[in-house]
């Protein structure tokens, strides 16, 4: 079996890349008649650690194990397990709002550069941590996805613990969310409740709006090795069983060590019918910069987007989508459909939000 054991995949995170950074300089390498190209990691500017807005603490603490020598994807993931574990952040992990039915439903994937390992799970119930779960699909099967109750036997399986990962507060906003949803059913909302907004208590900030949230969190190390990982609760009240782009591989994420490593969060149907990342990663082998390579990917879903649900009386998309990009060099960008976003990015720098590009600009 080729498939590296854990005992070569810890190894490799460290090494492999060495070897491919070397053979770059050298250019020791034999090329292959028709091989795909690859990035020089000539001028490299790594370690450098991008994130969706939601995620600082990830790039920061993706980024002190990096220097304390952490393998890409180890620290990729550790930095995102602290927002899945943050009951306060509702489109990730444990807090995250639920499906139309009031159960929380996970989805999340992992690339590591080196091993060209992939690993996914989708519509995961009771565990905080899908990305650990990813790893461990990658780690531990022959498979890259694996969705519902096989995910969660799996899990099981595999040691993870088995929680109610439904807060008090998401539990709420769904009643609020299901008692708005017709004026003919049996559910009151606090208006129509004698009980007035003391019913639930939660229109507080709570617009009513449904949401994508997500967190993707891309790597680049030093010696050029790149990881990345998607994981998010997917969009809120979704039809049960639906799955969002972050675990599926070229759509929420891509990695390819000889090039860069891309994320995306925002609508996932969007990222999915795009094939996004791969595209931009594609277009990154190509030459294009990170932020250009973006664009490019939301041009064409602004392009193909052209049922009337999905329009604004511009006839302009009325949802988001944002892309995240590392090359092998270090170099990132990331944009949005709309103005507004920002990305979170960790390198020679600092640890900092920063702009995205866009191509539209809302009214203010
Ligand atoms: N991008 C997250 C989702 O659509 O589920």
Redesign the pocket.
Known sequence: MDRPTRREFLKTGALAGLGALGGDLLGARATLAGEVPRLASAGLAAPVVIASRNGLRATERAMELLEAGSDSLEAVVAGVNIVEGDPEDR?VGYGGLPNALGVVQL?ASVMHGPTRGAGAVAALEGFKHPSRVAMAVMQYTDHVLLVGEGAKRFALEMGFKEENILTDSARRRWLDWRAGLSPDDDYLTPEQSEEGVSGFGLLDAWEGRRR???INCCAVDAAGNLSGV?T????SF?VPG?????PIIGA?LYVDNDVGAVG??????A?IKSCGSMLIVERMRHGLAPVDACLEALRRIVRFTVEKRLLDEDGHPNFN?NFYAVNKRGEHGAAAIWSGSRYAVYDSKGNRLEDSAYLLERAS
């Not at 998010?232 to 969009?235: A, P």
């Not at 639906?242 to 972050?246: A, H, K, N, T």
């Not at 995306?264 to 149907?269: D, F, L, Q, V």
């Open positions: 489109g989805d994508y949230g997500t998607t998010t609760s997917g969009l979704k639906r799955v969002g782009d972050s929420g995306s969060t925002g609508r996932g149907e990222a989508v």
